[in-house]
């Protein structure tokens, strides 16, 4: 690493120099992918640049005007030939706390906007699990689905929209970060008996036209009472 840590600079990679008064680094010699990370002192704002000269022509990568807080990391890596072929070649990991967990990755093209970078930050991130693991398709009760915010705003999540395998939920329990999602079993009867049965959790994100829908699966055991396949297997037998 050559630049600033968050706790003290350093000079590490070859061609590389870092200027204090600027809080600037740059490459001299660059013959392969760097990652550039951004740390926030401070609650501000930043411009990356980034370039390469190539067949007589310089081509650029900025983010303009991203947002940043104190202690955050932002981390970019840049893939200039993904890039050139008009693909999203770069990767942005975000670290909001600086406790060295990144709780989000968004990529980007020639350009990140400020607007963007926001709407990706704030996208909600979720973790989903069911319970009971093994799913009787016969008994009474509920199936329940465990939801938790692992990161983006909560506030965007449309709470009237979610869905079990297109089923919606008869009750929903909301804490501070999570929600518990209770769904009926007489309405899974057409579920597939298995030992690995997949349920897709699905919610709208509001104020976005691209990706609304957050889609997460699941896979429990199902099966069926013994009782029920015995019954089911002896209707229209002559005694």
């Known amino acids: 690493?050559?630049?600033?840590?968050?706790?003290?600079i350093k000079h590490e990679i070859p061609n590389v120099v870092y200027s204090?008064?600027?809080?600037?680094?740059?490459?001299?010699?660059?013959?392969?992918?760097?990652?550039?990370?951004?740390?926030?002192?401070?609650?501000?704002?930043?411009?990356?640049?980034?370039?390469?000269?190539?067949?007589?022509?310089?081509?650029n990568f900025i983010a303009s005007n991203i947002p940043i807080k104190n202690y955050s990391i932002h981390e970019y890596k840049i893939d200039w030939d993904r890039l050139?072929?008009?693909?999203?070649?770069?990767?942005?990991?975000?670290?909001?706390?600086?406790?060295?967990?990144?709780e989000t990755t968004i990529s980007s093209?020639?350009?990140?906007?400020?607007?963007?970078?926001k709407e990706a930050v704030s996208r909600p991130v979720?973790?989903?699990?069911?319970?009971?693991?093994?799913?009787?398709?016969?008994?009474?009760?509920?199936?329940?689905?465990?939801?938790e915010l692992i990161s983006g705003d909560k506030n965007r999540i449309d709470q009237n929209s979610w869905k079990l395998n297109d089923i919606s939920p008869t009750k929903i329990n909301t804490e501070d970060n999570s929600w518990k999602l209770k769904f009926d079993r007489n309405k899974?009867?057409?579920?597939?008996?298995?030992?690995?049965?997949?349920?897709?959790l699905s919610v709208k994100i509001k104020n976005t036209a691209i990706n609304p829908l957050i889609k997460l699966t699941d896979s429990i055991r199902t099966i069926q009472n013994?009782?029920?396949?015995?019954?089911?297997?002896?209707k229209g037998k002559k005694k």
């Open 20 to 59: 204090n008064d600027y809080h600037h680094a740059s490459i001299l010699l660059p013959d392969e992918i760097y990652t550039y990370r951004i740390v926030g002192t401070g609650d501000s704002n930043y411009t990356l640049p980034d370039g390469i000269q190539t067949n007589g022509r310089e081509q």
């Open 126 to 147: 979720l973790s989903f699990k069911l319970t009971p693991r093994t799913f009787n398709l016969d008994s009474n009760g509920v199936l329940t689905a465990h939801v």
């Open 1 to 8: 690493m050559t630049g600033y840590d968050g706790n003290i």
């Open 226 to 234: 013994q009782n029920s396949n015995n019954n089911s297997s002896s």
């Open 84 to 102: 050139l072929a008009r693909e999203q070649g770069v990767t942005v990991r975000i670290d909001q706390d600086g406790d060295g967990i990144f």
């Open 188 to 200: 899974f009867s057409s579920i597939t008996i298995g030992e690995q049965v997949n349920f897709e």
């Open 109 to 117: 093209d020639m350009e990140l906007t400020a607007e963007e970078f």
